[in-house]
């Protein structure tokens, strides 16, 4: 069974929109062990539509169509397959009746540009949309079943899960199965990694890939039901060859790893971020149920708020700089000891552009993670690299450090894509004894 | 000129990987007169991009291939081509040198996968690439010109600015010449602004696209350079209808606006952040240049730090809760006061899940601006939304509150899209005084 997607919209003649849409769907689809063949991404002129839809008709089974039933003259997706099927379009009275109710309990006028969204290719059956005005519709071209869903997410996905597998599973017999493992690696690069790989015997059903996602590398293991004993016997290997560079797993960040298991171990923890300015807090706040663990955040990202809030010693930032070891040791000790926290991480460096100078170069960062016990100290230096990745592999450093002590690990450890300037150890008494 | 882009890779068919380089580079050509007409994705399987770069090749005049060029095996881009080409890969071997080159300088033995990267079909104009060992390479197939680039970021907007623009150039005679004028608008939905705009008599030659990408909507006025004059009237009329629902232009986000604004006026920035937990600090931290304004955050997601990091009294917290008017008044003011800012910011609210109740359902959110004089403070309700929605919600009503002020306009107004459950205004001076 071939499905494909067709993604409608400005964003290919204009950029700047991210199809978040489309990966979801990918990733969702797979998950019922149904593969996506194909996307296409195309813009919003009506010709260029009816003529993609005639030729994908030919040659798939399925197309999901997403995007262009919005109530805007730019929204062309259904015009366009009307024209394809040469039937006229007609109203859909039980979507107009929807409509209309969806606006009076809101207490608003019907906007009149809203009519459009009822107005259906004649073969069309409708597709319930209980979540906002756009209905969906499925239709019959030559081979293929086409399949159109609102571009809003929230609209989209329920329409995908609510309707749509009830809908192949009704009009396609075939099913596929696939197991799907996936491992999260930072800190090593692809060709490091295929080195280390490279000995383990394949068997041939079982396929390796890789996908750089920056700063994470992610490892699918993909292959058949049929061939699950050979599949596990490569993980097993595979697993091994690794050891600790894989740091999580059916998992897409290191924010999601320590997140479950500060929840898990009952642990507690407060941030002081300077470069990372807020990054590190808000890539664990994104998750529900961080209240359980998250104390409190500073963004120190002055001098003045490293002293005042944090208590980092005036002559330390004098003598050793803003972005220097024992910086982010008293950054990290400080905001632990005020929020009597279990753990406490820091971040302070150059994150670029400009700042940097021949003993700190754009992409020195000094990272500390605070434990009732001790402190961990270490600078790295991540070479030509832009603001966002500086701050993005930051993020990922730190909360490594965090993942690793949880897991009874060294927190300071080395990776071959990293450059480490230097490491420490303190003792938690004496981080502010200097 | 048609000009079409391939993405290669794994997420068609597993998903999770958001495409980012082919938004980039749809802006980009666009910005250089230049419109990507179509784009395909197609997942790692050889006889697949073989079939789609035949398929592509009698159809486009220049089609840009983006990934596939790594050193692992599931890197087919270049061998796929040589197969549709029906020609052999052959060393380079400038690039082969190049690559030697680039591991001696890191001092790093040469991977024997990497080698494989030096292979191009036998008639390759070999793509220098400074940036990383996979050269990009361009071949003539049928009608078109494809144009190989590697999939990283970072080696691949370099190539497509210094390598592909002058190919293009050298190649193609044609060229296009668009004006195209974005718009930002916070608070208000599609249909609400067409209702609006629908008035406006439109020169043909000129669309008027919409774009929802939350928050925000984006508007796009495209037209030729012949119909400037008419696309100018159109904007002119289209502007004073809209008026204040236009919080930026040529931008994408209020971060950005804010941005710009607090460094024009010479004004410092502090934050208090609960429920967005880190998203205000980080949306603008990652603008180099934010040290000018920005002076320290709090995130303050518990009760505890609420009161002592900014001195939130206790009988507020108890009498009115955390998520409350006088609660967030205290925490901007609080930390405006300690960080001796000239304005602060502070959200608390309910993200959900959980944690809603009657009085304060899931999606309420306090925010509040304190300015030297005067606090304003706003309730709202974001009605049905996910965590994610509700926290980016709330930092872009934050930052167009401080837009607005910044403007000398109201820093509370309304929006069609937003419920306002409540506001307030207060003398700096009382805010502590209760």
């Known amino acids: ?58 040659e798939a089974d399925l197309v999901i169509v997403n995007g262009g039933l919005g109530p805007t003259t730019d929204d062309l997706s259904t015009e366009a397959m009307a024209m394809a099927l040469q039937e006229p379009l007609v109203l859909c009275e039980v979507w107009q009746k929807k409509m209309d109710d969806f606006f009076a309990q809101r207490q608003i006028a019907v906007p009149a540009c809203n009519t459009k969204q009822a107005m259906l290719p004649q073969s069309a059956r409708m597709i319930d ?137 009952h642990k507690t923890l407060s941030l002081a971020e300077s470069c990372t300015g807020g990054l590190l807090a808000s890539q664990l706040i994104r998750f529900a149920g961080s209240s359980a663990y998250f104390k409190e955040g500073v963004i120190a990202y002055d001098a003045h708020a490293k002293k005042e809030r944090l208590g980092v010693r005036p002559h330390i930032l004098q003598e050793e700089g803003e972005v220097s070891l024992m910086t982010a040791a008293q950054m990290a000790e400080g905001i632990r000891r005020l929020s009597q926290s279990d753990y406490a991480l820091s971040t302070t460096g150059i994150a670029g552009p400009d700042g940097g100078n021949e003993d700190k170069p754009v992409g020195t960062v000094c990272i500390a993670l605070a434990t009732p016990t001790h402190s961990y100290i270490q600078k790295v230096y991540f070479k030509n690299r832009s603001r966002d990745a500086v701050r993005e592999f930051s993020a990922a450093v730190a909360f490594d450090m965090l993942r ?14 990293i450059e480490q300037v230097a490491t420490q150890v303190m003792n938690s008494s004496d981080i502010f004894a200097v």
């Open 1 to 58: 069974m071939k499905i494909e997607l067709i993604c409608t919209g400005e964003e290919v003649l204009c950029g700047q929109i991210v199809d978040t849409n489309a990966a979801w769907l990918a990733q969702y689809l797979w998950d019922q062990g149904l593969a996506l063949h194909r996307k296409n991404t195309i813009g919003d002129r009506r010709e260029d539509l009816t003529a993609l839809f005639l030729e994908r008709s030919t």
């Open 129 to 265: 949309n209980p979540y906002g005005t756009a209905c969906g519709f499925a239709v019959k071209l030559n081979r293929a079943w086409f399949f159109f869903t609102p571009g809003v997410p929230r609209e989209f996905k329920p329409m995908i899960k609510e309707q749509l597998l009830p809908f192949v599973k009704q009009n396609f017999t075939q099913s596929i199965s696939n197991i799907l493992k996936k491992f999260l690696v930072f800190g090593h690069g692809e060709s490091f990694l295929q080195e280390k790989l490279s000995a383990i015997q394949n068997d041939e059903s079982i396929s390796l890939g890789y996908r750089a996602f920056s700063p994470y590398i992610e490892l699918k293991l993909i292959g058949p039901q049929s061939a699950a004993k050979q599949l596990s016997a490569f993980e097993h290997t595979m697993t091994q060859q690794l050891g600790d560079m894989i740091v999580g797993q059916e998992c897409t960040s290191l924010a999601e790893v320590v997140h479950q298991q500060l929840k898990q171990h």
């Open 404 to 417: 690793r002590i949880l897991q009874n690990k060294e927190p300071c450890t080395t990776y071959s894509s």
